[in-house]
T-cell receptor
Framework: DTAVSQTPKYLVTQMGNDKSIKCEQN?????MYWYKQDSKKFLKIMFS???????INETVPNRFSPKSPDKAHLNLHINSLELGDSAVYFC????????????FGPGTRLTVL | AQKVTQAQTEISVVEKEDVTLDCVYE???????LFWYKQPPSGELVFLIR??????QNEISGRYSWNFQKSTSSFNFTITASQVVDSAVYFC?????????FGSGTKLNVKP
């Protein structure tokens, strides 16, 4: 039973395309997050959702849009992909926002050609 | 301004040595949380510890221990008797004002 799952694990696509990454958690948590880790291993939080409401929206291009159909899912849509979007994207969840243990998905490696 | 600094980019030790990973943070708030995460070569992210700003007690978990000192704004992580499986990138993070701030990570190489 995977606690936090992401699909796909790898995503290779052309510049200009639109793509989505899906995330699901079966922990009953109220908060979910999207992180981006670049090639230099820098970690940055992009979004967090608490009970389907956006809490944090760091400085992220509006080409990135999180979609939360329900508390257990937080999908990431990326429009007009650029080379600089190549990174590993991690989904995570926690019981409460920020102060509780976060459980991470396995990551999605996005490569934009 | 909020900031987390992990000055050690990479550390190499030989198995069974003790090693300390440094984390220095900046915040103007009195209520905040500090975290450590581990990212082994396989790539997954693993939560290690959470500490709130009102709890300065040091914590020990097996070979891992954490030293939180508000006076020096530091939250250092020590691995005792290191093992090859400890090889990973370790991230320190700060949470306050509804935002997270991550350090740049310290890569630990433990050689047999």
């Amino acid at each position: 039973d995977t606690a936090v799952s992401q699909t796909p694990k790898y995503l290779v696509t052309q510049m200009g395309n639109d793509k989505s990454i899906k995330c699901e958690q079966n922990l009953g948590h109220d908060t979910m997050y999207w992180y981006k880790q670049d090639s230099k291993k820098f970690l940055k939080i992009m979004f967090s959702y608490n009970n389907k409401e956006l809490i944090i929206n760091e400085t992220v291009p509006n080409r990135f849009s999180p979609k939360s159909p329900d508390k257990a899912h937080l999908n990431l849509h990326i429009n007009s992909l650029e080379l600089g979007d190549s990174a590993v994207y991690f989904c995570a969840s926690s019981r409460g926002h920020g102060t509780d243990t976060q459980y991470f998905g396995p990551g999605t490696r996005l490569t934009v050609l | 301004a909020q900031k987390v600094t992990q000055a050690q980019t990479e550390i190499s030790v030989v198995e069974k040595e003790d090693v300390t990973l440094d984390c220095v943070y900046e915040t103007r708030d009195t209520t905040y949380y500090l975290f450590w995460y581990k990212q082994p070569p396989s790539g997954e992210l693993v939560f290690l510890i959470r500490r709130n700003s009102f709890d300065e007690q040091n914590e020990i978990s097996g070979r891992y221990s954490w030293n939180f000192q508000k006076s020096t704004s530091s939250f250092n992580f020590t691995i005792t008797a290191s093992q090859v499986v400890d090889s990973a990138v370790y991230f320190c993070a700060l949470y306050n004002f509804n935002k997270f701030y991550f350090g740049s990570g310290t890569k630990l190489n433990v050689k047999p």
